[in-house]
């Protein structure tokens, strides 16, 4: 229960945009449920979850700064 970030420049300029994908096969997730199974604010203060695509695999995470992240990142899963 991973996640992969890629990083992108919000529209503002402020912010970051993460396409987040997961990489195991759950499909109930809500916005809520990823945040609480999976440590976002690793990277900073979240902004938004959504699921632009409904994609059940690939979600859109807003930080409200600049976020540093390189492609292929991982971000865990809470404990």
Request: with cysteine.
């Amino acid at each position: 229960m991973i996640l992969r970030v890629r990083d992108q420049t919000a529209a503002g300029g402020n912010g970051s945009l993460v396409e987040v994908e997961l990489l195991h096969s759950r499909l109930c997730f809500r916005p809520e449920n990823l945040q609480a199974e999976y440590d976002l604010a690793s990277l900073g203060e979240v902004e938004s979850v959504s699921r632009p695509h409904c994609d059940p695999l690939e979600w859109t995470v807003e930080y409200k700064e600049r976020v540093s992240v390189k492609s292929g990142a991982l971000i865990k899963a809470k404990a």
